[in-house]
């Protein structure tokens, strides 16, 4: 089965109308995400530093889109959920194999916890990654010349 037919059949994705954008704004949110972990830790990548890396994740998936603001304010936000899930379970799986590798330093609670309350900051790193995609549209607009923008509708 063709993938075109199937996704123009009536099936709903998870990706949405632009489903190139919302991939490209979550591994950018994965990558993002994981060099913040690298650099300032987990518990600084939760908080300023995640805000941080989210609104630029959101920037620069709707600077990708270019088309009207509210679009890339969906699809940001669509993409730094999606990216934060999957970061989320990567940290997850993470901290369970130190804690099997080395059991006396780590919690296994602490594992889990730290997935969890990823997911539970989901929906507000997706509202500062939808800002930084309604930015990331508007500044694509304003910048670059307006016959290589695609249209609007």
Do not use: C
Not at 45 to 52: K, N, R, S
Not at 104 to 126: H, K, Q, R
């Amino acid at each position: 089965m063709n993938l075109r037919d199937w996704v123009g059949s009536g099936h709903q994705s998870y990706l949405g109308d632009h489903p190139r954008q919302v991939v490209f704004g979550s591994m950018t949110t994965v990558a993002l995400f994981a060099a913040g972990v690298f650099f300032d830790g987990l518990s600084q990548a939760i908080g300023t530093t995640g805000l941080v890396v989210v609104a630029l994740a959101g920037f620069l998936t709707g600077a990708s889109l270019g088309r009207k603001w509210y679009e890339g304010v969906a699809v940001a936000f669509r993409a730094v959920v999606i990216g934060l899930a999957v970061s989320a379970l990567a940290v997850t799986v993470g901290l369970l194999v130190l804690w099997l590798v080395q059991p006396e330093g780590n919690s296994m609670y602490g594992a889990l916890l730290s997935g969890v309350f990823l997911m539970v900051l989901g929906p507000l790193f997706g509202f500062v990654g939808a800002v930084g995609g309604g930015v990331g549209t508007v500044l694509r607009r304003f910048v670059v010349p307006p016959g290589t923008d695609p249209p609007t509708y």
